[in-house]
């Protein structure tokens, strides 16, 4: 049996990067049907595309957790790309993301995803992968495929609900808090000092990094390629190799 973590950098409203979660399950399973008992580890870290008021005002002071200013998702696009270039990178992304089984829309509102990363990192330590995993995927699928505003208290409470992160009171008192907060700010710099430009970011068993939401093959050949380490008692040595592809900036 052979264990691979998978350390995974990414952003909530980072639409490769919910592609890419997609791509990285079915690499997963394809590796599984000849490697039935082998265990595959994930671990999210945050990401900021859209850096929060905590981080980018130069003085006054620090903003409550919430609420949080929002605007709507096209218009923010628009002013990032223009357009014409927006419509034609939302017909790309739906046509992309349909591939995947996904439905990407992109109506709704947009803002700091600071709050969603505090959600994440809370149900990472209090309910391990599996927690981790329904709330991030709460929180894509509300966010690609609802046309929900996921900066809402009332929102963030309902996934954490789903997550199994306590009671609804609870979950509202952890994120009205703001705590965390000031950590999860820590991960998301420390991913910029490393060199992580862009989401998502795979880096595999520590040694090997996949930049971008690569088709799986990019990962079935570096899950065989450590097996095949193992196989010959071979530990990776200065033959690292980075993958990149299409990802969010």
Known sequence: MTNYNITITSDIVCPWCHIGRARLAKAIAQHKKTYP??????????????????????????????????????????????PQRANQIEAMMRQVAAGEGLNFKFGGMTGPSRNGHRLVYWAQNRGGEEAQNKALLGLWRRYFEQEVDI??????????????????????????????????????????????????????????????????????????????LEAHGQVPGSEAKRTTGDGCL
Do not use: C
């Not at 994930?42 to 595309?49: A, E």
């Not at 808090?177 to 998301?188: M, N, Q, W």
């Open 37 to 82: 008992d082998d265990q595959f580890h994930l671990k999210y870290m945050p990401f900021y595309l859209q850096p929060p008021p905590q981080l980018t005002a130069t003085n006054g002071a620090i903003p409550p957790p919430f609420p949080v200013e929002s605007r709507p998702r096209r218009e923010m696009y628009e002013a990032k790309f223009g």
């Open 151 to 228: 900066t809402t208290l009332d929102t963030l409470a309902e996934i954490g609900l789903e997550a199994g992160l306590g009671s609804k009171e609870e979950i509202r008192e952890y994120l009205e808090s703001g705590k965390d907060g000031e950590e999860v700010d820590r991960l998301a710099e420390e991913a910029r000092l490393k060199g992580i430009s862009g989401v998502p970011h795979y880096e595999i068993n520590g040694r090997w990094e996949v930049g971008g939401a690569q088709e799986p093959p990019a990962f079935t050949r570096l899950f065989q390629r450590w097996k095949d």
